[in-house]
């Protein structure tokens, strides 16, 4: 079957035009430190700090990829073993600029859609704290759904390997552009966090099995709320955007349809085009300590009006800490709701089928780890992932071979050893 009419769910990268409005940011925020400099009297409060991760995993499959976020390949069909998967090295840099605005930088080398580690800009941002409850964000901030959104480019911060991409590929992209209201307070025994703010950010589509990329881009609006006690952590979430997406493969089908089916064949198209399509984003996520037993647990839904299928994402995390040591499983799903077929097609209905078929990514996973403390700046982690692809699923790979077995997939196993620090 041809993928290439849809992008994988996870595999989108920021655009040239986010790239653009990155170093807008960027410059606006150098023109305030500029100002602030020429200020007398003005003494910068400086943190300059690092994280990274060097990693080695190798996948059983030769039939597909096992990638994540914006890579267009990864070990298994393409090679067996890759150090690219996960190896990442980031810089930060925060100013102090005055007692209640400070500037923040990031920037990250990761394996990217061109197949490199050209560095991006993952944070650019101006941070106002009018009062102690309030602060706001102006220009590129983390992508805020999940529990480990803020940090999710640092994976020291994190129990697993990587975090599982049933959920987390649901929002594949680290960044967004926009205007961003923080508010603490509390609420009886909990510490509050209302996070809420207006976004567009724009990616590129890296094709399956090509080095063609198609643009995508969505402007929306999110909601966040957190709450927080000495050893729990809960968070909720909702996002609503218009999204857009076009390929020359769609848009020939589309075109096809409106031209030679009737009476329904334009309607058809219509419905199956992502052209500033309603999207919906909810999370909904608890973490848990006490005693050296850690219990995590996410949910995550994504609706995109028009040919993508309803996706929904959930795991659990279990861990236990003996001194610097930490064994932990998680178990996470993957799977999809929506259409397989439109009487509407016509004598076109083997390629509406495709499309329809080019968003199932069903799938369940095991995980089982181990992680060693060797300073307070490294940790050593080991996982191996247990993942089986649902009956007509492509699963969460990519680049898949002729001969995928489509209809009844294998189980793969995805071995990872990594050494995560901060400097």
């Known amino acids: 079957m041809n993928r290439r009419f849809a992008p994988a769910g996870h595999k989108f990268r920021l655009s040239r035009q986010a790239a653009q409005l990155s170093f807008i940011w960027i410059r606006l925020s150098i023109a305030a430190i500029l100002l602030t400099l020429g200020r007398p009297g003005i003494a910068l409060e400086t943190y300059i700090g690092g994280f990274g991760t060097a990693s080695l995993s190798c996948f059983s499959s030769d039939t597909a990829d096992y990638v994540i976020n914006d890579q267009p390949e990864g070990p298994g069909r393409t090679r067996h073993c890759d150090a690219g998967l996960d ?12 007692e209640s605005v400070d500037f923040g930088l990031q920037i990250v080398a990761g394996r990217n859609v061109e197949r490199n580690f050209k560095p991006d800009v993952t944070l650019a941002q101006l941070r106002w704290r009018p009062t102690d409850a309030l602060t706001l964000r ?20 994190m129990p697993w390997v990587r975090p599982p991409l049933e959920v ?29 703010g207006i976004t567009r950010i724009a990616f590129d589509v890296a094709a399956s099995n090509s080095r063609e990329t198609f643009p995508i881009e969505a402007n929306g609006a999110f909601l966040n709320l957190t709450l927080r006690d000495r050893n729990t952590q809960i968070k909720l979430g909702y996002g609503y955007s218009k999204t857009s997406f076009t390929s020359a493969d769609a848009e020939a089908l589309f075109g096809a349809l409106s031209a030679l089916v009737f009476p329904d064949g334009a309607q058809l198209a219509d419905d199956l085009a992502i052209d500033q399509a309603a999207t919906h984003l909810f999370g909904l996520g608890m973490s848990h300590e006490q005693n050296d037993w850690l219990a995590m647990a996410e949910f995550g839904f994504r609706s995109i009006e028009g040919f993508f299928r309803d996706q929904y994402g959930a795991y659990v995390t279990l861990g236990k800490r003996f001194g610097p040591w930490m064994p932990y ?27 329809l078929a080019s968003s199932r990514y069903d799938t369940s996973s095991l995980a089982l780890g181990l992680s060693r403390e060797i300073t307070e700046q490294a940790t050593l982690k080991f996982q191996a992932d247990w993942i089986q692809p649902d009956k007509n699923s492509w699963g969460l790979y990519y680049n898949h071979a002729p001969d995928y077995d489509y209809a009844n997939p294998d189980s793969d196993w995805l071995f990872t050893l990594s050494l995560d620090f901060i400097f």
Do not use: K
């Open 329 to 355: 499983s998680t178990l996470a799903w993957r799977w999809t709701r929506g259409p397989d077929s439109d009487s509407r097609a016509g004598f076109l209905q083997p390629q509406v089928d495709v499309v």
């Open 87 to 98: 190896s990442t090295l980031g810089v930060q840099l925060d100013l102090g600029l005055s």
């Open 168 to 196: 987390y590929g649901l929002v594949p992209a680290f960044s967004q552009d926009g205007l961003e209201i923080i508010n603490e307070g509390s609420f009886g025994r909990w510490q509050t966090e209302w996070h809420g």
């Open 138 to 157: 102006l220009g590129r901030m983390p992508s805020s759904a999940f529990l480990h959104a803020e940090n999710r480019q640092v994976r020291y911060a």
